[in-house]
């Protein structure tokens, strides 16, 4: 929604000839030319734009964490070396204030260890927290796509913008010659004392600000160009040139209802928040592992300098090892845990009513694009009604003010409304395919 609002507004806010002030300079010059279809734009920016970027890092390192999950299966292996001066041992026979004797002591100690264990049974943790990094590890992944979506949108918005101010170009340099061969007819005419001077200089005066029109348009194209090849990873300075034809509409024959059920099914929201679900149901089958048992098979192996161990002791180095299964059980869980399963039970319930509130805006969403959609399409069948009107009206106008049968305040807004005319038919047209691409953004197929 926040880029559906913010980039509308570049035709929503346009002034009376469908144009964006320009604010600032523009100062950048445009070296390099290459010629992208919208695909392609969309290609460009999945590879090259950093907030994609980012993104895939946060799937790597998820990777990393699922790997890490799944080696807790394997079994630990650890060693450890000891090597220690022991210190004279008194012997308090006749009590601490009499002078002890002493014992013979080995003052040199040595150990060596090494060991092995598995963890054979935990209630199911490391499974849980292996599925727990399959399930997170898929979010980063539907976050991506989303992000990569926002993207695109953001990028079709400039593309469209790039395209529209080139044609608006186009009307305005056609819209200049026709003023100024009408402008010529004009001194013509006030040399043979026809017309006022004060019609010369009006027309004169209109078209100056024709011309500055076109300048501002010459500048909003290349502050939109810098913007679309900065968002898809392009030098900033490379000229952008649309390749397709952008003005045929995306007419679908399917219906509100065909939309709302693939936006069930595909749209980003729906889809993160399903694994949020799962992901919070994972949480509690861990924390309920932790009132069971755990079993642990284990093996081992040490040298150790001496031996006092069993009796009798020797100055000697011997080794010893062992291996069998050991089972814990934390007893305190049986009253420390519930809490905790309340808790996770808690965010399940919490969870589940995101996703009816995810479920309810989804619809409203895609209710909103698509009647907006439908509504750009007709805006684009009263377009082209009103250039037919506006040029049958400047047509009978310009006739009879050449014949002194009208003023000039009418010739020129007879001008100016065919001019508009023709920037509202090229601003319809652009809009409804981004009304078209906001509706496929928001059911997850852009």
């Known amino acids: 929604m926040y880029y559906h609002q913010k980039y509308l507004s570049i035709f929503l806010l346009s002034s009376i000839l469908g144009l964006q002030p320009v604010v600032g300079k523009a100062n950048c010059v445009l070296k390099d030319t290459i010629k992208l279809s919208l695909r392609q734009v969309w290609q460009q920016a999945e590879t ?17 964490k699922l790997k890490n999950a799944r080696a807790e299966r394997l079994p ?4 450890s070396t000891k090597y220690a001066r022991v210190s004279d041992m008194p012997l308090y026979e006749n009590g601490i204030f ?34 727990e990094g399959e399930v997170e590890r898929d979010i980063s992944t539907i976050e991506k796509d989303l992000t990569a979506s926002d993207i695109k949108f953001k990028a079709t918005a400039f593309y469209l913008e790039l395209e529209r101010n080139k044609l608006f170009k186009d009307l305005i340099l056609v819209n200049i010659e026709e003023q100024k061969k009408r402008l010529d007819q004009m001194r013509e005419l006030f040399k043979n004392g026809v017309i006022l001077r004060s019609d010369v200089l009006r027309a004169e005066l209109h078209l100056s600000r024709q011309q500055m029109l076109l300048t501002e ?35 679908s024959s399917k219906i509100y209802d065909d939309y709302l059920t693939e936006a069930l099914s595909h749209a980003f929201g ?38 006092i161990l069993f009796y009798p002791y020797e100055a000697s180095l011997y080794g010893l090892g062992q291996a069998g299964i050991k089972v814990s059980y934390t007893l ?109 953004k928001t059911i997850g197929e852009l």
Not at 54 to 59: G, N
Not at 232 to 241: A, F, M, R, S, V
């Open 332 to 440: 305190s869980s049986l009253y420390q845990n519930n809490h905790k399963v309340k808790a996770a039970e808690i965010s399940i319930e919490k969870q589940h009513l995101a996703h009816k509130d995810e479920e309810d805006a989804l619809k409203v969403q895609v209710n909103e694009a698509y009647v907006r959609y439908k509504e750009s399409l007709q805006r684009i069948e009263v377009s082209e009604q009103n250039i037919r009107q506006a040029k049958e009206t400047y047509r009978i106008v310009y006739n009879t003010y050449f014949n002194q049968l009208a003023l000039l305040t009418d010739l020129l807004d007879a001008d100016t409304q065919l001019l508009q005319s023709r920037f509202d038919m090229t601003t319809a047209q652009i809009r409804a395919r981004l009304e078209y691409y906001y509706l496929m």
């Open 98 to 131: 009499n002078k002890p004797l002493y014992g013979n002591i080995i003052h040199n100690y040595f150990q060596l260890n090494a060991e092995a264990s598995m963890v054979l049974y935990n209630g199911e943790k490391i499974k849980t927290r292996i599925k």
């Open 217 to 251: 348009i010459e500048n909003t194209i290349q502050i939109n160009n810098q913007k679309l090849a900065v968002l898809i990873g392009l030098p900033e300075e490379t000229e952008i040139k649309p390749e397709e034809d952008i003005l045929t509409a995306d007419n």
């Open 48 to 64: 090259y734009n950093k907030s994609v970027q980012i993104r895939q890092l946060e799937i790597r390192k998820n990777e990393e």
């Open 270 to 307: 729906i889809r993160i928040s399903e694994k949020e679900m799962e992901l919070k149901t994972l949480e509690l089958k861990e924390i309920k592992s932790n009132a069971l048992p755990k079993v642990v098979a284990y093996t081992e192996y040490g040298y150790t300098y001496p031996q």
């Open 76 to 79: 630990e292996i650890k060693s």
